[in-house]
C-alpha cells in the first residue's frame, strides 16, 4: 500500500468569537442543568440521572474551556502586538546564536 501524501498545504485555522461561543455552550449546559434538577426523581425511576449530571459536567469544563480560551486569546494579541511592535528589517533572534 502507497504511503499517504498531501497534495496541497492544510489552510491556516479559521479564528472566530471563540470566548463568546465557549462562554455560550457553558451557559447552555448549565441552563438544561437547571432545568432538569426538579425532575431529578423522575430521572432516578427512570435510571437516566446520568442526564443531570451530565449537564453540570458540560457547564464545569465549560467554565475550564473559558478560562484556557480567554488565556489563549489574551496570548495571541501579546504576540501580534509583538510582532507589530518589531522593525520590518530587522531579523528575528535564531535559538543557539
Not at 38 to 59: I, K, M, Q, S
Not at 61 to 83: E, M, P, T
Amino acid at each position: 500500500m502507497a504511503k499517504w501524501t498531501p497534495k496541497h498545504e492544510a489552510p491556516e485555522p479559521l479564528e472566530g468569537p471563540v470566548v463568546a461561543t465557549i462562554t455560550g455552550g457553558t451557559i447552555l449546559w448549565f441552563v438544561l442543568f437547571l432545568v432538569q434538577v426538579p425532575f431529578y426523581g423522575w430521572f432516578g425511576d427512570r435510571d437516566l440521572t446520568w442526564w443531570v449530571w451530565t449537564c453540570l459536567a458540560g457547564a464545569g469544563l465549560g467554565l475550564i474551556g473559558i478560562w484556557y480560551v480567554r488565556k489563549r486569546d489574551a496570548a495571541l494579541k501579546r504576540h501580534a502586538a509583538a510582532q507589530a511592535a518589531e522593525p520590518a528589517g530587522t531579523p528575528e533572534a535564531r535559538p543557539g546564536s
